[in-house]
C-alpha cells in the first residue's frame, strides 16, 4: 500500500477510534478525574480575587473562645457579634454557610436575627432535602427547600441553597439555579446579587436603554432599584433567561462608552449578567489547595479593631473549616484534597464559586461537537506525522504528545479551556504508535522477505537481514561496516588430499567444515568464503563493538577445543586447524563483473588476518589474532608473542596466542604465559642471555613450546648478526 493511503488509512482509525472514546460515558468520567486533574496539578494555584473572604468556623476559634469544638451549639449571639462587627469593617455582603434550621434560645437567636436586619446584606443559607411525596411508593425523590427558622428567615435579604455531591464524587462543578427548587439562585449567585447591589440602580438604567433600543419587553415589575434581593434575583433571572437577546445586549453595552465608568461596576455587571443569562452550572476553576482563598479565623474576625481587617467591598463567606483531617466536619473531595486526607469544605467551594462568577471564568468542557472535532483532526494528524518518511517515530510522538500537551495547559492556565487529554494522549497516540509499528514492522517484514528471495541463493542469511534492513539495493555496491575476520587453514591438507580418493576427500572435509561452521554460526558469525581447505569467517557490525571480538575469539577457541576433543582412529587422517584473527573496517558487498558476482569482505583485514594465520606455521601454534582485536577482552587469556611485519606487509601487527577462556586457565598455563613474557621483554631489550635463559626454563618447565623454540632460533642467530642499533624488536617474518 502507498504511503498517503496508509497515512491516511491510520489517520481515519485513529480519528474514529477517538471519536467513538469520546462518546462513551466511562471515558467522559476519565476525562472529569483524570484529564482536569492533571490540567489543574500542572497549572498549580492560581490568585484568588481580593473581593472574597472565608472566615472559618474551626477548632482553632473553638479554642480561642473557650466553646466545646461543636459549632452547632456556639451561641447564635457570636453570630450576632460577628455580623456587626463585618459590618464596622465595610463588608459588602456577609454570606453563611451554616444551617440554622432549630430554634435556639430566644434572645440569643432574637440578637442574631437583629444584626441580619440591621446589616441588610446577609444571606443565610437554606439545604435542600430530597424525599418521596406523601403516598408514593416508587423511586420519584422531590426537592424541598428548609429554610432557617422563621426569624432568620425574615431577617436575612436573602436565602440560598448550596448543594454539592458528597465523596467518593469529586466535586468539579456547580449549580447557579437549581431547577428542582423553584429554579431559585445558589448561594454564589446570591452573594454575586448582593454585592452588586450599590450598581442596582445602573444595571436598571442600561436594561431599559437596552430594551427601547432593541425594542424588546420588559414584563417584569419586581425590578426596581429597592427590591430585595431575593425578589431582584427572581425576577432578573426571570427576564434574562427568556430574553437571551436582551444579556447579548446588556452585554454589548457594558463594554462601550455608556458603560459605567467605574470599572469595578463594569467588570461586577458584566459577571451578573452573565450569571443569570448563562447556563445552569459552572464547572469550577479551584485557586489552589484548601485556604487559597485569603482566609480569617472566626475569632480573629469577632475581635478584630477597626483599621486591623480591611473587609471595605468584600464578601465574606462564614462557614466550617479546618486545617486538619481529623477535625473536618464538612468537607468534599476536589482535585485539590490534600494526600493527608484534607478535603475542601463546602464554604470555600462556595468563596471560590462566588469568585469564578465574580471573574467571569469557568472550567467547562468543550461542546461534543468541537471535542469530536477535535479528536478527529488529532487522528489525522498522528495518522500523518507518525508514518512520516524517514521520521523517527518515538521522538515524533513524544514532540506531539509534548505539543498537545502544552497547548492544552496555556488554554486551561491562560482562559479556563479544558481540552480533552485522556482520548487524545492516552488512547489515540498509544494506539497510532502501535498502527505505526505494526505497519512499519510489516513493510519491513515484506522488504526483508523480497530480498531474502533474491539474495538468498549467494547471500549468508546474517548478513542479507542486515541488508534488508538498512539498505533498499544491496546489489549496487558494497557498505563499509566494523568487522573482524577469521581466516583457518588445515595443516597437511595437499598430502592428504593427493593420497585420498576425492569421495573420502570430500566425506573427511564435510566433516572438517562442520567442525568450523558450527562455532562461527553460535557465535554470530558468518562464513563469507570457502576454498579447498580455507575458511574465511566474518562478524560485522556498523560500529566497532568488543562484544563482536569477544565472540570472534570465542569461536576461535571453540573450533581449537572441538578439534583437540575430537578422537579418530590412527588409521584415519585428520585436519588439523591453524587460525588467524584480525579486526578493522571492511566492505561488504558483491564482487565481480558482468553475470557472475559474489558476496564478500573486501579489506586489509582480510589479507591480514590470513597472513596471521600462516603465522602458526611459522610459530608452531594454532590460534593468533591480533592486539587490536583481544583488546580489553579481559575474559580471554592470550600471551603477547611479540610485533611481526608480515608477508607482504609493511606495518608490524602485534600477535597474540589465543589460549584460553579465563575461566578454563590452568595455573600451569598462566605461569607458563608469564614466563614467556619475561622472555619476550627481555628480547625487546636485547638482553640476549636472559631472554634464552627464560625460554629455556619455559621448554624445560613446561615442555615442548612453538613460540618459545622459535624465539631461541632466532636469539641464535642474533649472535652472530646482531640487528642494527635502530632495531625497533619488530620481526621479519619475509626476511625470515
Known amino acids: 500500500m502507498v504511503r498517503p493511503v496508509k497515512t491516511l ?33 500542572l497549572r498549580g494555584a492560581r490568585p484568588a480575587p481580593q473581593d472574597v473572604v472565608v472566615v472559618t468556623i474551626d477548632r482553632q476559634s473553638s479554642n480561642a473562645l473557650g466553646l466545646p469544638n461543636l459549632p452547632r451549639k456556639w451561641p447564635r449571639s457570636l453570630h450576632a457579634r460577628l455580623v456587626s462587627k463585618l459590618q464596622e469593617l465595610g463588608a459588602q455582603a456577609v454570606v453563611f454557610d451554616v444551617i440554622f434550621e432549630e430554634a435556639r434560645e430566644p434572645e440569643q437567636d432574637a440578637a442574631f436575627a437583629q444584626a441580619c436586619r440591621a446589616a441588610g446584606n446577609v444571606v443565610l443559607f437554606e439545604y435542600l432535602r430530597r424525599e418521596a411525596p406523601d403516598g408514593d411508593t416508587g423511586n420519584l425523590l422531590v426537592e424541598t427547600r428548609v429554610p432557617p427558622i422563621p426569624m432568620l428567615a425574615q431577617a436575612a435579604d436573602a436565602l440560598a441553597s448550596f448543594p454539592l455531591p458528597k465523596v467518593p464524587v469529586k466535586v468539579s462543578s456547580f449549580w447557579l439555579f437549581k431547577s428542582g427548587a423553584g429554579d431559585a439562585p445558589t448561594l454564589p449567585v446570591m452573594a454575586l446579587q448582593v454585592y452588586a447591589r450599590p450598581y442596582r440602580a445602573e444595571l436598571l438604567r442600561l436594561l431599559n436603554e437596552t430594551a427601547a433600543r432593541d425594542k424588546l419587553p420588559l414584563p417584569v415589575a419586581a425590578l426596581t432599584a429597592g427590591s430585595g434581593s431575593a425578589e431582584f434575583s427572581q425576577a432578573l433571572r426571570q427576564l434574562l433567561s427568556g430574553q437571551p437577546r436582551l444579556a447579548a445586549g446588556l452585554q454589548e453595552r457594558l463594554q462601550h462608552a455608556d458603560a459605567p465608568a467605574d470599572p469595578r461596576a463594569r467588570l461586577t455587571l458584566s459577571a451578573l449578567v452573565a450569571a443569570y443569562g448563562g447556563p445552569d452550572s459552572h464547572g469550577l476553576d479551584f485557586y489552589g489547595p484548601p485556604r487559597s482563598i485569603h482566609t480569617i479565623p472566626y475569632h480573629v474576625a469577632l475581635d478584630a479593631r477597626p483599621g486591623s481587617l480591611d473587609l471595605r467591598g468584600k464578601v465574606v463567606f462564614v462557614g466550617f473549616s479546618e486545617q486538619f483531617q481529623p477535625e473536618q466536619k464538612d468537607g468534599f473531595y476536589t482535585v485539590f484534597s490534600r494526600a493527608d486526607g484534607l ?56 514532540v506531539l504528545g509534548a505539543g498537545y500537551l502544552g497547548g492544552a495547559y496555556y488554554g486551561f492556565a491562560a482562559h479556563g479551556t479544558w ?56 546489489g549496487a555496491g558494497g557498505e563499509v561496516m566494523h568487522g573482524v575476520c577469521l581466516a583457518t587453514d588445515a595443516e597437511q591438507y595437499s598430502g592428504i588430499a593427493e593420497r585420498l580418493e576425492p569421495k573420502a576427500l570430500h566425506a573427511l572435509l564435510n566433516q572438517y567444515y562442520d567442525r568450523l561452521f558450527e562455532p562461527v554460526r553460535r557465535r554470530g558469525g558468518f562464513v563469507s568464503d570457502v576454498v579447498g581447505d580455507a575458511m574465511l569467517a566474518i562478524w560485522a557490525s556498523k560500529s566497532a563493538d568488543a562484544e563482536l571480538r569477544r565472540q570472534a575469539c570465542l569461536a576461535a577457541l571453540d573450533i581449537v577445543e572441538r578439534a583437540a576433543a575430537e578422537q579418530r582412529p590412527a588409521s584415519e587422517p585428520s585436519l588439523p586447524t591453524r587460525l588467524g584473527l584480525h579486526c578493522g573496517e571492511i566492505v561488504l558487498g558483491n564482487v565481480g563483473a558482468g553475470d ?141
Not at 15 to 35: Q, R, S, Y
Not at 660 to 672: G, I, L, S, V
Not at 728 to 736: C, E, L, N
Request: hydrophobic letters at 50%.
Open 9 to 41: 488509512v491510520l489517520g481515519l482509525l485513529l480519528a474514529l477510534l477517538g471519536t467513538l472514546a469520546a462518546l462513551l460515558p466511562p471515558v467522559a468520567e476519565l476525562e472529569e478525574d483524570i484529564g482536569l486533574g492533571s490540567l489543574f496539578k
Open 343 to 398: 478535603d475542601m469544605s463546602g464554604v470555600e467551594i462556595a468563596a471560590t464559586a462566588f469568585g469564578n462568577l465574580l471573574e467571569r471564568r469557568s472550567v467547562m468542557p468543550l461542546a461534543l461537537g468541537l471535542q469530536l472535532l477535535i479528536v478527529g483532526v488529532w487522528g489525522l494528524a498522528l495518522g500523518a506525522l507518525l508514518l512520516a518518511p524517514g521520521a523517527a517515530m518515538l521522538p515524533i510522538a513524544a
Open 419 to 474: 481540552l480533552p487529554l485522556v482520548v487524545p494522549l492516552l488512547v489515540q497516540l498509544p494506539a497510532g504508535l502501535l498502527g505505526a509499528l505494526f505497519w512499519r514492522y510489516r513493510d519491513s517484514r515484506r522488504e526483508r522477505a523480497r530480498i531474502r528471495n533474491a539474495f538468498a541463493q549467494y547471500l549468508p542469511a546474517p548478513v542479507v537481514d542486515a541488508l534488508s534492513r538498512g539498505t533498499a539495493k544491496p
Open 596 to 736: 557472475h558476482f559474489e558476496y564478500r569482505a573486501v579489506g586489509d583485514i582480510v589479507n591480514t588476518a590470513t597472513r596471521i594465520e600462516g603465522l602458526n606455521k611459522l610459530l608452531k601454534t594454532r590460534a593468533l589474532a591480533s592486539a587490536h582485536t583481544v583488546a580489553g577482552l579481559d575474559d580471554i587469556v592470550t600471551r603477547a608473542l611479540g610485533s611481526f611485519r608480515l608477508s607482504g606487509k609493511t606495518q608490524a601487527v602485534e600477535i597474540h596466542e589465543l589460549m584460553a577462556r579465563a575461566t578454563h586457565a590452568e595455573p600451569e598455563m598462566r605461569a607458563r604465559c608469564a614466563l614467556f613474557g619475561e622472555g619476550l621483554q627481555a628480547f625487546h631489550a636485547r638482553r640476549w642471555q636472559e631472554a634464552s635463559e627464560a625460554f629455556r626454563q619455559l621448554l624445560a618447565r613446561f615442555g615442548e613450546d612453538g613460540p618459545a623454540r622459535y624465539y631461541l632460533e632466532l636469539i641464535g642467530g642474533y649472535a652472530t648478526n646482531p640487528p642494527a642499533e635502530s632495531w625497533d624488536s619488530v620481526i621479519d617474518v619475509a626476511r625470515k
